[in-house]
């Protein structure tokens, strides 16, 4: 009897262990860590995405095939903290214009006929031939049409 009884047991341990289905297991609850992990990790590549992008639009802006516009910063001087004279090619016309906190104010206008003159002076000058008179510099045009 002894020897029925401990070959059933070893028949139900065989037949547990064989058996083709383990019992379910009972799962923890997820953890709220994993998920703001995942969170996080996806707002900094959104970010980065953006600041990326804002960083390719400010380099690609300045960044132009053949200059084909009509308005172009020749030079500019700072006067003050926050004043500066600019000058500035307009079509064949160069313009200077003074700068200051909610004020632009043109300050004197070279027109078309100077420019062709005071290109030719130069081009004279850089080959070393200065036959004509030198060309003023952006001080004395700047002193000259602020009257002083």
């Known amino acids: 009897m002894i020897a029925t009884l401990l070959m059933g047991a ?6 547990a262990a064989s058996a083709p289905f383990a019992a379910p ?3 923890s609850a997820p953890s709220t860590t994993g998920g703001t992990l995942r969170v996080t990790l ?17 380099r690609l802006r300045g960044v ?7 308005l172009e910063v020749m030079a500019q001087v700072s006067l ?12 064949e016309r160069q313009v200077l214009i ?5 004020n632009v104010r043109m300050l004197h206008v070279v027109e078309p006929s100077a420019n062709a003159a005071s290109a030719a002076t130069q081009d004279c000058a850089m080959s070393g031939m200065s036959d004509g008179p030198p ?9 000259k049409s602020l009257g002083k």
Request: aromatic content about 6%.
């Open 10 to 15: 070893s028949d139900l341990a065989f037949a």
């Open 25 to 27: 297991v009972a799962q």
């Open 42 to 58: 996806a707002m900094i590549l959104v970010l980065g995405a953006v600041m990326g992008a804002a960083w390719l639009a400010r």
């Open 64 to 70: 132009s095939g053949a200059s084909t516009s009509a």
């Open 80 to 91: 003050g903290a926050r004043e500066r004279a600019v000058l500035i090619r307009v079509g």
């Open 98 to 102: 003074g700068v200051a906190p909610g």
């Open 135 to 143: 060309r003023p510099s952006f001080k004395s045009l700047l002193l």
